[in-house]
Every structure is written in structure tokens, then in C-alpha cells.
């Protein structure tokens, strides 16, 4: 791709506006916490620490807004207590340029680094730096500076204090990663009922996954519909596609094939009935037709054989799921307000009148009811074919414990093809260099220049070209509006102070629309805000339009000169995945070989690679889409057809798995063989993928030619049928990178699928 197309692209990338569904509550609580700050501030310590705490709120509140499962109280108090640290350090050094830019140096290259950890730890460190650059030019002490910091780290308090204070939908964001993944996998079902071998994206699972992670504290207050429901969605999974898949299932057409479809409709009539529940605290309410196709009766039945099991396990996995989720209805019944149970108020006296005893009956039905559903889900973790993946074993460190963790983590990119790495020296370098710029220009408030640039640069190419468009037009619009503002009202301290809480909440409410949006009202609080401090527009408008577009042609400049580019990297990222599917397969063999002794949870955690590789070369693929790069990588059609062959490898092992046979069943010693052979190609694959050659499966080839020439019997139709979809998937893959040889010099085309 040239760079025009590129840049044409990111630029409209930048300022795209997208619909998104708004949370008005949450936005009030932020900006009232905000409102808070400021009129405490503004009444005990007047405009500058207002200005100072400010900041810290704003800060606070924005960072409970990322996209994170930490509990929004911690994400607030760390936010608020990082952030007062930074600008008191960075005041002790603000009288003394050269230490000062060498501080601010070291501290951006720490918060470049911080993206190592994850988005989330990425974004507050950076926004840390750059709202630390405007700060320590408030205190005129030491002492004063260290009064900025608290008020800072108060700002951070009462944002976290309001949250517990006034919860706004407690554990809704796991309750909708939960819900995604059943009503997911019920649009699965549906679909298989027509295209027998549909594909599934696993995403929802594993942001589900994700969700499910949780710390001791939370372990003990998570609702009862929260435990033990992925775990069966995950299992569901498999036996669905088990059963549509004409390969190692029913026939195509028929009455078994009718039956199915029956099957498959119920399940997706039953996990949208669950997801509801889960979403929005409703009881779980099945359709009668749901119910009597599910209630097969023993005698009679259509199906048989290892489609019969399939059936069988999908009916007591739905069971399963309605039982977990049920908890669901009751969980949020508890009342509140004037009709509260005589518990929560104990001067009332002996002689209670009807309300309160109807109040009393409905805690203590409340109470028993979450108790029940609660002991289900735990009957259903402790059932033999639901304890390889229990749900309460997924831990999150807490932000202690998370602390030697990021350390790993960011000492694990430091090597020199790493993003993380290459992100942390260009914004280092371009925050050191843009300051000192700007502080010999005759403008004044030279930290505008860095500012911009630490916000806009990511590790990635199109989000930090995007970005910079983004902020520079939504920059440029928001010191317009804020500008006819201040000429129409001519604001005192306290208006001004209301003008920058409104454009606060204003940027809460829109944060999901698009980065451009935000900017504008980003751009108008802090004109209003300064202008609370005594600065009047002409004083920085005018430098900070002329330094934010210095700053982010600085981070454009950067990225080009010391780039990061992902499309050489997406061969090393297919034979990530291979390596992965491989491994998955491998681990489905082995139990067919050795179904009493193979570890089970072997499968389960080499399923769980697959996924990850298989995000993580599509999230390769999209970074890759706008850069403006030659032809090092793969081509449009093979980028294209082999994910589609690593998909069906995956597929093939997937289904296999549905049938995994039980401890005490004969064991398939050719599945040994099948394995080890499947392994040793899949390695060599993977070298030759990552070096441009076909790769070759004459081990495993050789290996299943073998056994169909053996005069064997027994119960061994899943693996040989199985192992024969695995060659085919394999020859795909090969098929697909045939001819990407290396090309000629001067070919442009480049990865944009």
C-alpha cells in the first residue's frame, strides 16, 4: 500500500464517528464526581489547586471507562494515586530543564513500556505523563506541590468512593462477556442447522474467559449466575458441531439428520433463554417446543451410536446451563429503598407492621434463593465431566500481586524486535525532543507539544496515525466552540468551572463514539478549566493548536522513521497458529491413544492456545491492513486461504474431541503414532512457513497410510476418519502458500485483507 492510500485511510479512520450505546448513569456519576472535586477545591484553596484536583478526577473517572475487568473502585484509586506521584516528582525537577527532560524522558519510556502489561496499564501511564506536563506548572512551592498531589490523589478518592457509594450495573460488563458467549454460540446452533460446517469466531468465548478472572474478594461476591456457566458454554461448543457435521456425525438427509435440526433449534431457543438471564437478571423462561424436544424419552430413540452419546451429553449440558444460569431471577430482586427489611433498620421496635413483614419474607425468600442456585452451579463444577475447566480456578492477581507480574512482562519486551520496545524509545524520544523544541519557540506553554504526542502515539501504526488526525481536528473544534463561549459569556471562575464539568460529562457520555469526538470536548475543558486559573484564551489557544499539530507530526514522524510494521511479522504469526493447531491436535490423538493415563487437561489448555494464536494473527492482519509496506510478508490470496485451512484443522480436532472416549474404553495404539508424526511435521512446517517454503506432511501421511494398510478392527471410526480431515486441512495449508516463493524487487502488493 503507498503511503497516500495509507495515510488517506488512517485519516478517515481518525474521524469516524461510530453509534454506540451510551451509559448516561455512569457519565452523571463522573462528572458529579468531578463537580465535587472542583467546588471543594475551588472554595478551600481557590482556582489553581481546583485546577490541580481537576485533573485528578477527570483522570480518575477516564480511566474507569477502559475497557478493563478490574473492579472500576481500584482502576480510580490507582489512576488518581499514580498520577499525584507524577506531577509532585515532576515539579521537584521542573525548575531545572535539563533534569526535567531527562525525568520526562525516563517516565515516558516506562509508560511506553506499560503497554506490555495491557491496554488499560497503557493508557493511564501515558495519560499520567501528559496531564503531568500541565500540572507542575500550577504549584509555586514544594509545599504546594505536595498540597496539588493530594488534592490529585483526592480527586481519584471521590471518584472511587462514588462508584461504591452509587454502583451503576454491579458485575455488568462479566454479565454481558457471559451473555455474548451463549448468545453466540445459540446463533451457532442456528446456523449449523443449514451449513452443517459453519464457522464459529471463538472471541466471545474468550473475552468470556477473560471476564471470568477474578480476585479472592471477588470471588466471594460474584453472582450465582456467574459460576460454572462459561464452562459449560465452552463444552456445548464442540457437541454442537459434532452432531451438524455430516463427517463424523448423522448423514446429510434423513430422520437422524431431522432430528438434529430439532436439537439445534432447541439449543439455540435455550442459550438465548440463558443469555437473557444473564444479561438482565430475568428468570430463565424456555419455550414449550424447546422443553419437549430436550425431553427425549429413553426408549425409541432416533439416534444412535456416538451421535446417541452427542445428544445425550447436549441435553445434560443445557440442563446444566439453565440450572447455573437460574440464579439470575432472584439474584437482583432484592429490594431497596423506603421497603427495607427490619434488619437494615434497627430502630424499629418489636411491633412491625404488614410491610415489614412482607419485606422480611422477601429477603429471606431472596436469600435462600441465591443459596440454592449457588449450591447448583457447585453441584454442576463437581460432576466428573465438568471438573478439567472449573471456573472459580481462574485467578486475577490483585494490584499487588500484579506488580511483579507487569515487571515480567515489560522485561520480557525488551528485546529489539519487539512493539512494546519500539513504542517506548519513540515516545521517549519524541517527548524529550518536542518539549526542548517547543521551550525555544516564542510561544509559551511548550509541554503542548509533548502533551499531544504522548496521547496520540501507540504501538501500532494505524491507531497512532488515526490518532493524530483525530486530535488535531477534534482540537482545532473544540478551542473554536470553547473560544465563542468564552467571547459570548466572558465566564467568571465558577462559570468557567461549570463550563469545563459540563464539556467533562459531555466526553463521558460520547467516549465510545470515536476519539475525534472526545477531543473536541477534551479540547474545550481544558481551555475552561485554565481559564478558571486566571489564563485567559488568548493565552492558549493560539499555542496550543500550533504545538498539538507540532506534536503530532513529531509522533507521525517517529513511527516512520523507527516504525514497528506487522506485515513481515504475519508468517511468523501463521506458523504461530499452525504450531498451535498442531499441538491441539496432537493432544486429541493422545487420548484416543491412551484414554486412561493422557492428561485431560492437556486438551483443554492446547484449546486455549489455538484460540489466542488464531486472535492474534487477526489482530496482525487488520494492524497490517494500512501500512504502507512492500510485499515482505504473504499475499492477498494466501493471507486469505490459509487461515481458512487453519481453521478447519482446528475444526477437525474440535470435533474429534466431542468424542473423546471415556478412561475405562479400549485404546487406539495407531493414535500414538498419528500423534508423534503430526508433531514432528507441524514443526518443520512451521520453519518452513516463517522461510517461505511449502510445508510438507510426509511423516503423518506416511504414518496413516501405514494403518489403512493394517487389517485392524475395532472401535476406531473417529480416529481414522478424523485423521483423514486432518491430512486434507494440511494439504490445504499447503496449497494456499504454494508459489509464495520470494519475489522479484519492485512488487507493491501488499497484505490488506
Not at 185 to 212: G, Q, S, W
Not at 605 to 622: I, M, N, P, S
Not at 701 to 707: E, F, H, N, Y
Request: aromatic share 6%; glycine share 8%.
Amino acid at each position: 500500500m503507498s503511503w497516500l492510500k495509507s495515510l488517506k485511510d488512517t485519516a478517515r479512520s481518525g474521524l469516524t464517528v461510530e453509534r454506540q450505546r451510551l451509559d448516561p448513569l455512569v457519565a452523571v456519576r463522573a462528572a458529579v464526581g468531578l463537580a465535587l472535586v472542583v467546588g471543594a477545591a475551588l472554595y478551600l484553596f481557590g482556582p489553581a489547586v481546583a485546577a490541580s484536583s481537576a485533573f485528578g478526577a477527570f483522570q480518575a473517572a477516564l480511566a474507569t471507562f477502559q475497557r478493563s475487568w478490574r473492579t472500576r473502585p481500584v482502576l480510580a484509586l490507582a489512576s488518581g494515586a499514580s498520577l499525584a506521584v507524577t506531577t509532585f516528582v515532576g515539579y521537584l525537577t521542573g525548575a531545572h530543564p535539563v533534569l526535567f527532560i531527562s525525568l520526562l524522558a525516563l517516565w515516558t519510556f516506562l509508560a511506553g513500556m506499560a503497554w506490555a502489561v495491557g491496554p488499560t496499564a497503557g493508557m493511564i501511564a501515558s495519560s499520567n505523563v501528559a496531564i503531568m506536563l500541565v500540572t507542575v506548572t500550577l504549584p509555586t512551592s514544594v509545599a504546594a506541590a505536595a498540597g496539588h498531589a493530594g488534592m490529585i490523589m483526592f480527586g481519584g478518592v471521590v471518584q472511587a468512593a462514588l462508584i461504591v457509594l452509587f454502583p451503576v450495573r454491579r458485575w455488568g460488563a462479566q454479565r454481558d462477556a457471559l451473555a455474548d458467549a451463549l448468545a453466540a454460540e445459540a446463533d451457532y446452533a442456528r446456523r449449523l442447522r443449514h451449513d452443517p460446517v459453519a464457522p464459529f469466531d471463538p472471541e466471545p468465548l474468550m473475552t468470556a474467559r477473560h471476564a471470568a478472572a477474578i480476585t479472592p474478594r471477588q470471588a466471594r461476591r460474584r453472582p450465582a449466575e456467574l459460576h460454572g456457566t462459561r464452562g459449560l458454554a465452552e463444552r456445548i461448543r464442540p457437541v454442537l458441531a459434532s452432531l451438524a457435521d455430516p463427517a463424523l456425525g448423522v448423514p446429510a438427509e434423513g430422520e437422524e439428520r431431522a432430528r438434529v435440526r430439532e436439537l439445534l433449534a432447541a439449543a439455540g431457543s435455550t442459550l438465548d433463554a440463558a443469555a437473557r438471564a444473564v444479561r438482565k437478571g430475568e428468570p430463565v423462561t424456555m419455550s414449550p417446543a424447546a422443553r419437549a424436544v430436550l425431553a427425549v424419552p429413553k426408549e425409541g430413540a432416533v439416534l444412535t451410536g456416538p451421535a446417541r452419546r452427542a445428544e445425550s451429553r447436549l441435553i445434560t449440558l443445557l440442563r446444566d446451563v439453565i440450572e447455573t444460569a437460574q440464579g439470575s431471577g432472584t439474584t437482583n430482586s432484592r429490594r431497596t429503598g423506603p421497603d427495607r427489611s427490619p434488619r437494615s433498620d434497627p430502630g424499629r421496635g418489636p411491633d412491625r407492621g404488614p410491610e415489614s413483614v412482607r419485606s422480611l419474607k422477601e429477603e429471606t425468600a431472596h436469600r435462600t434463593a441465591t443459596r440454592l442456585a449457588r449450591n447448583a452451579a457447585r453441584r454442576v463444577a463437581r460432576r466428573p465431566e465438568h471438573r478439567a475447566d472449573p471456573d472459580d480456578h481462574l485467578h486475577r492477581p490483585t494490584v499487588l500481586e500484579l506488580v511483579p507480574v507487569a515487571l515480567r512482562l515489560m522485561r520480557g519486551e525488551l528485546r529489539r524486535d519487539s512493539p512494546v520496545l519500539r513504542h517506548a524509545v519513540r515516545v521517549s524520544a519524541v517527548s524529550a525532543t518536542g518539549y526542548a523544541v517547543a521551550s525555544l519557540l516564542p510561544l509559551g506553554h511548550s509541554y503542548w507539544a509533548p502533551m499531544a504526542a504522548v496521547m496520540i502515539m501507540r504501538p501500532d501504526f494505524s491507531q497512532t496515525y488515526s490518532r493524530a488526525v483525530a486530535r488535531f481536528g477534534g482540537t482545532l473544534l473544540g478551542v473554536a466552540l470553547a473560544t465563542g463561549l468564552v467571547q459570548l459569556t466572558h465566564p467568571d471562575t465558577r462559570l468557567s468551572a461549570g463550563l469545563a464539568v459540563g464539556c467533562a460529562f459531555l466526553m463521558f457520555l460520547l467516549l465510545r463514539t470515536g476519539y475525534a469526538v472526545t477531543q473536541v470536548f477534551v479540547a474545550a475543558y481544558v481551555v475552561f478549566l485554565l481559564g478558571m486559573g486566571g489564563l485567559q484564551w488568548t493565552q492558549t489557544v493560539p499555542e496550543r493548536v500550533v504545538l498539538t499539530l507540532a506534536g503530532g507530526l513529531l509522533a507521525m514522524l517517529a513511527y516512520a522513521v523507527y516504525p514497528a510494521w506487522e506485515t513481515p511479522r504475519l508468517r511468523t504469526r501463521l506458523a504461530d497458529w499452525l504450531i498451535a493447531d498442531g499441538r491441539y491436535a496432537s493432544a486429541v490423538l493422545q487420548r484416543y491413544a491412551d484414554p486412561a493415563g493422557a492428561p485431560r487437561e492437556a486438551v483443554r489448555e492446547t484449546l486455549l492456545g489455538t484460540r489466542e494464536a488464531r486472535v492474534a494473527w487477526k489482530d496482525a492482519l487488520e494492524r497490517a491492513a494500512n501500512e504502507p509496506v512492500r510485499h515482505r510478508g504473504l499475499s492477498r490470496a494466501a493471507a486469505a486461504d490459509a487461515p481458512d485451512a487453519l481453521a478447519q484443522l482446528a475444526r477437525v480436532a474440535m470435533l474429534m474431541e466431542a468424542h473423546l472416549p471415556a478412561r475405562d474404553t479400549t485404546p487406539v495404539p495407531a493414535a500414538a503414532t498419528l500423534a508423534d508424526a503430526l508433531h514432528r511435521d507441524v514443526t518443520d512446517a512451521a520453519r518452513a512457513v516463517r522461510e517461505r517454503r511449502a510445508p510438507k506432511w510426509d511423516t503423518f501421511r506416511a504414518a496413516l497410510d501405514a494403518w489403512d494398510a493394517e487389517d485392524t478392527t475395532g472401535d476406531d471410526k473417529v480416529v481414522r476418519k478424523g485423521a483423514g480431515l486432518l491430512l486434507e486441512a494440511l494439504d490445504e495449508l499447503t496449497e494456499a502458500l504454494a508459489g509464495e516463493g520470494p519475489r522479484p524487487k519492485g512488487n507493491a502488493a501488499a497484505v490488506t485483507s
